[in-house]
Every structure is written in C-alpha cells, then in structure tokens.
C-alpha cells in the first residue's frame, strides 16, 4: 500500500493541521510505502515572497519530523524537488472538464475571503491530482475540507483510464472521523487563513494567549453548559485521557466552573501534549544538516517513483 500526503508551508503548523494530517499520516507510515511532501509549489498560489518560502518549507519539514515522522521509514520531500508533476498537472488539465473545477469549494472560498483569482488558485485541484497519481497513490490521509481534491483526482484519473487505456489507480481519502474538522478559536474551522489557529510549536506565552482568547458564550459560572458545542471542550478531548475528558463534561454540565478556569485546564494539557514533539524539534535542531539531507533523500526515491509513472503516462498519451 502507498500513502500519501501533502501540507503547504504557507505558515506555522497548527493544532488543526496536526490532528486532521499529521497525526493520522504519522500512524499510516507503518502500514506501508508512507510519501510526504511539503507542496512548495502549492504554496505558490498565496505567498510570493521567495526567502519566506524557502524558510517556511524548511521548517514544515522540520515541524512534521518532530510530530513523528520517522524519516527512516517514510520519505519527506519537497514538491518542487519534483518537477514532473507539473508536466502531469498539464496532461490532466487537458481532460478536466471546467465544470469540474468550477464547483470545487475551495477556490469559491478562498474567493469569498477576497483572494484574487489567479488561474493557479483555480486550477490547483489539478496539480493536487498530479500529486497524488504521479506515486500510484492508494491512500491519502487528509482532513475533511480535502475531501472534494480527493474526488476531483479520481475523477480526473477514470477520465484519463477512459481516453487512454488504464494508467492510474484510484486513491482513497483517509478522514479520521473524530478529528476531521478542528475548531479554530472563533469555533470555526481552524486554518491559518482564517487567523484563529493555535500553533503547535508557538511559545508558551503565545500558546496560552490564543487559549485565552477562545470565544464562548456569556453563560455566568454558576450555570450549567453545553459541553457539545463548546470549543473549549472539544479541543479537551483531543488531548485530555478518557477519565480527564469524562471530568471536564461533568463539570461543564454541572455548572460552577466558568470559562475562563476550563481554559487554563486546556492550556496545561495542550502545553503538555506537545511537550515531546518540542523536544524532538530542539534535538533534531541540533544537527544542522539533518532536515536537508532528509529532504534530499527524499526526493531521490520520489524521483525514482515519478519516473517510472510519468513513462508510463507518456507512452500512454503518445508523447515520445
Ligand atoms: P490551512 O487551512 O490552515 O491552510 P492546510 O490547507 O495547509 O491548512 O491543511 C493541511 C492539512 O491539514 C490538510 O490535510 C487539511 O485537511 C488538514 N487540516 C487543516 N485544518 C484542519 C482542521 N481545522 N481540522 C482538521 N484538519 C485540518
Ligand atoms: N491541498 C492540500 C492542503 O491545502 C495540500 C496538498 C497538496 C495535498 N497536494 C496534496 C494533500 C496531495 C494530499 C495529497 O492542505
């Protein structure tokens, strides 16, 4: 079985990211051939600015290996190590219907929230696509706004096994159910374009801010509350043990508590949930040479990959 993934650098990591992605990613790498790649190119879309780029794919990189990727069993790359996959991109964009990618969510989003509309923003289901056909995928593990890319893929995939004999597999998402949408501080999902992230590796200073700043409702200490819609609550119970979450939603129902000491209780466990993974980061900072030459590796196995399908794929449409 081959998994696979993605994540942009276009900022820090946050606690949705690691729960939806990396968490679920980190536990596949054992059940088969795991490639993980930091989608510099994807990145493209929204940050132009070439040092902050290069840094900030360095330190997804970086980041991931101390969440648990076991550089010795998975291989992590960068996108753009990988040049083919544009060529794929283009190959796919030559059957992908408009309708298609005029439906996809994320780009009416991302409109919505007043991007400009580049044609890369609008097309970047495609390259998303490449990604995923160019290693002979079968499974992609992701959080659920991901969901549709999987489906555009496939789509675009039978289409390709339609027009040019069978090429591709289809790839399978891989949604952890209770961790597929993480609500960010504003009780919305939380991403980083939308400004309520709470950053995994953050200091403590900033971790405990943004924790503080979580919106409830105005609900007095002494009333009973509503564990199920509170935001509070459901980012306890992602880190808090069985017996801790059971406390809490005694508490909440109960009344007596107010928000702010609930808070503090996330805080801590939060704090000490990434505990470990900020000090694999501190070792793994240690060796200055190490994330580089992780990638490098990487990118010489999903090379050798790449090739063999885009051979494949070439053949197929009768380029060369
Ligand atoms: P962002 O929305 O912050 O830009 P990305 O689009 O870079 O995050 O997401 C990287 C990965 O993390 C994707 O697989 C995505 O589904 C997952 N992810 C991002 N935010 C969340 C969230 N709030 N809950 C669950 N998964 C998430
Ligand atoms: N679109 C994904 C995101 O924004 C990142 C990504 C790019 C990806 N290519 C991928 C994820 C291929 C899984 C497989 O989070």
């Known amino acids: ?20 992605m990396m968490r679920p990613a980190v536990a596949l790498q054992t059940e088969g051939e795991a ?8 990145a493209l879309t929204s940050l132009r600015d070439p040092e902050m780029l290069r840094a900030n794919s360095r330190r997804v990189a970086l980041d991931f290996l101390a969440c648990g990727l076991n550089a010795d069993r998975a291989t992590l790359f ?10 794929l991109a283009w190959i796919l964009s030559t059957v992908a219907p408009m309708g298609l ?16 509309p580049n044609v890369g923003l609008f097309s970047y289901p495609i390259l998303m696509a490449a990604d995923i056909l160019i290693y002979d995928s079968d499974v992609v593990p992701v959080g659920k706004d991901q969901k549709q890319h999987i489906e555009i893929t496939r789509d675009l995939a039978v289409k390709m096994n339609e027009t040019y004999g069978q090429i591709f597999k289809l790839p399978e998402p891989r949604i952890q159910p209770t961790t597929e949408t993480v609500p960010g501080i504003d009780g919305q999902k939380m991403s980083k374009s939308y400004g309520n992230n709470i950053d995994i590796f953050g200091d403590e200073k ?31 119970s992602l880190v808090a043990s ?4 059971v406390d809490m939603r005694e508490r909440f129902v109960k009344g007596g508590t107010g928000y702010g000491d609930f808070k503090k209780q996330l805080f801590e466990k939060l704090w000490e949930y990434f ?14 040479s190490y994330v580089d030459d992780v990638l490098a590796r990487g990118a010489k196995r999903a090379n ?15 380029l060369r």
């Open 1 to 20: 079985m081959r998994i696979l993934s993605g994540i942009q650098p276009s900022g820090a990591l946050h606690i949705g990211n690691y729960f939806g």
């Open 101 to 116: 990618l005029e439906r996809a969510h994320s780009y009416k989003d991302k409109l919505a929230r007043g991007m400009s």
């Open 78 to 87: 960068r996108h753009s190590d990988v040049p083919q996959v544009t060529e």
């Open 242 to 245: 069985k017996d801790e979450t």
């Open 304 to 318: 050798e990959i790449a090739n063999q399908v885009m051979d494949r794929v070439r053949k197929a449409v009768g």
């Open 35 to 42: 490639l993980y790649f930091v989608a510099d190119y994807h």
């Open 206 to 236: 900033e971790m405990r801010k943004r924790v503080m700043s979580i919106v409830t409702d105005s609900l007095a200490v002494d009333a009973p509350k509503d564990p199920a819609t509170s935001t509070i609550f459901q980012l306890y």
């Open 275 to 288: 505990a470990p993974m900020r000090k694999r980061r501190e070792e793994i900072l240690k060796d200055k």
